[in-house]
Nanobody
Framework: QVQLVESGGGLVQAGGSLRLSCVAS????????MGWFRQAPGKEREFVAS????????YYADSVKGRFTISRDNAKNTVYLQMNSLKPEDTAVYYC????????????????WGQGTQVTVSS
């Protein structure tokens, strides 16, 4: 069973940056895709970004394209989400998850959710 632990959240002013990290347990990290999701208060969880096992393929939600970058370091069992030009509407709990199958697009199946890390962007 894969366990995921997110970190890096915090309070930042609009226009600022944060980098989230997600560390995975186990030896098979380099064999599966990973994704970042977020959930704002009173809203459903939504897809943010995903990355293939090799890092060669990425997907982004339209709302974060050009501002967020997903990357991974398979040697460290870690996936990152670099968030720049943050907006108040980016405020949410951010979760990482692993892709359960080969597909990694926004509609793909993800599981093994982490506990989440809070990101708050003040205006």
């Amino acid at each position: 069973q894969v366990q995921l632990v997110e970190s890096g959240g915090g309070l930042v002013q609009a226009g600022g940056s944060l980098r989230l990290s997600c560390v995975a347990s186990g030896r098979a990290f380099s064999t599966y895709g990973m994704g970042w999701f977020r959930q704002a208060p009173g809203k459903e969880r939504e897809f943010v970004a995903s990355i293939s096992w090799s890092g060669g393929i990425t997907y982004y939600a339209d709302s974060v394209k050009g501002r967020f970058t997903i990357s991974r370091d398979n040697a460290k069992n870690t996936v990152y989400l670099q968030m720049n030009s943050l907006k108040p509407e980016d405020t949410a709990v951010y979760y990482c998850a692993r892709a359960l199958r080969a597909a990694i697009g926004p509609k793909a199946d993800f599981g093994s959710w982490g506990q989440g890390t809070q990101v708050t962007v003040s205006s």
